[in-house]
């Protein structure tokens, strides 16, 4: 996935400057992220997943009202789950939340370590590379009309080659067209193109 945004420079940088992992979500909307990278011990990251944390998560309630950088420790929100607590059994002792983007479209991240609090500095370059990948993963508002065209054939389900016989196009030239309709929503395979497109009220 991240090679298609062309990411991975910028996610690299972030498990540099994050040692015991990070938690991003690019363009969160209606409680979803349009896209998810976890770093942290899975351990831990089953854990979140399987109790729902996310929804009583100091960290994440922060992100949704503030827009900015900020250490974890300087979060003054209540934690009556004590996931804070909890996830400092997994090296995450320190840590650093980063939100960006408007309320509707909100990008938010955790980042830590287990030996110290963040530096301003690192602070600030977390930040920007989390601004840079927000810019660089918004979820398009259209696609070209033989895109939504070759999306709209594969969801009545035309195989390639019926769907290219509906369109006077050679197989290859549509299959182009859906690896662009894929590139465009940030997504692996037609199917999952396809329920995007939906999700975005594309099609």
């Given at each position: 996935m991240s090679d298609v945004l062309g990411l991975d420079h910028g996610l690299s940088q972030l498990s540099d400057l994050a040692p015991r992992g990070y938690a991003l979500g690019l363009h969160i909307r209606f409680a979803a992220a349009h896209l998810m990278i976890q770093t942290y011990d899975p351990r831990w990251t089953e854990i979140y997943t399987e109790k729902g944390y996310m929804l009583a998560d100091p960290m994440v309630f922060w992100g949704f009202g503030n827009d900015g950088a900020i250490r974890w420790s300087d979060i003054d929100l209540p934690d009556p789950l004590n996931i804070m607590g909890?996830?400092?059994?997994?090296?995450?002792?320190f840590g650093v939340a980063v939100s960006t983007g408007l309320t509707s479209s909100r990008t938010?991240?955790?980042?830590?370590?287990?030996?110290?609090e963040f530096t301003d500095t690192e602070i600030a370059r977390i930040?920007?590379?989390?601004?840079t990948l927000h810019e660089r993963a918004t979820p398009p508002d259209r696609l070209t009309p033989a895109q939504r065209m070759a999306l709209r054939l594969v969801?009545?389900?035309?195989?390639?080659?019926?769907?290219?016989?509906?369109?006077?196009?050679s197989e290859s030239a549509f299959k182009a067209r859906l690896r662009a309709a894929r590139e465009a929503l940030f997504v692996r395979t037609t199917a999952e193109a396809v329920q995007r497109a939906h999700e975005y009220n594309l099609l």
């Open positions: 909890q996830a400092r059994r997994f090296g995450l002792a938010i991240g955790g980042f830590a370590r287990d030996d110290r930040r920007s590379v989390v601004e969801a009545k389900g035309n195989r390639h080659a019926e769907a290219s016989a509906v369109l006077g196009i």
